[in-house]
């Protein structure tokens, strides 16, 4: 059974950070493409960064410079460090498995203004 479960999320100032984590379970991590998404509500889902299997990341243009994706393969577990957080990146966010698909339940961050 698959399992990823996002941490990290919380209430903190614009320009301020945070870091999420997602842990995988039951899947092949190591090779495995991890993504980050967001959705806030009523909105769609949105593609936030993606890692592959050998770290190479791509990213939203929204949070290019700001926010770094990396993976640690002896822990199965994905990061997604936001530094320079603005207000519009309040929204859950979501942990993703490509291959095969599986979500996370998600982990709310919250910028003050």
């Known amino acids: 059974q698959v399992q990823l479960v996002e941490s990290g999320g919380g209430l903190v100032q614009a320009g301020g950070s945070l870091r999420l984590s997602c842990a995988a379970s039951?899947?092949?991590?190591?090779?495995?493409?991890m993504g980050w998404y967001r959705q806030a509500p009523g909105k769609q889902r949105e593609f936030v960064a993606f890692?592959?299997?050998?770290?190479?990341?791509v990213y939203a243009d929204s949070v290019l410079g700001r926010f770094t994706i990396s993976r640690d393969n002896a822990k199965n577990t994905v990061y997604l460090q936001m530094n320079s957080l603005k207000p519009e990146d309040t929204t859950v966010y979501y942990c993703?498995?490509?291959?095969?698909?599986?979500w996370g339940k998600g982990t709310l961050v919250t910028v003050s203004s």
């Open positions: 993703k498995t490509y291959a095969p698909e599986y």
């Open positions: 039951g899947i092949i991590f190591s090779n495995n493409r």
């Open positions: 890692i592959r299997s050998n770290s190479g990341a």
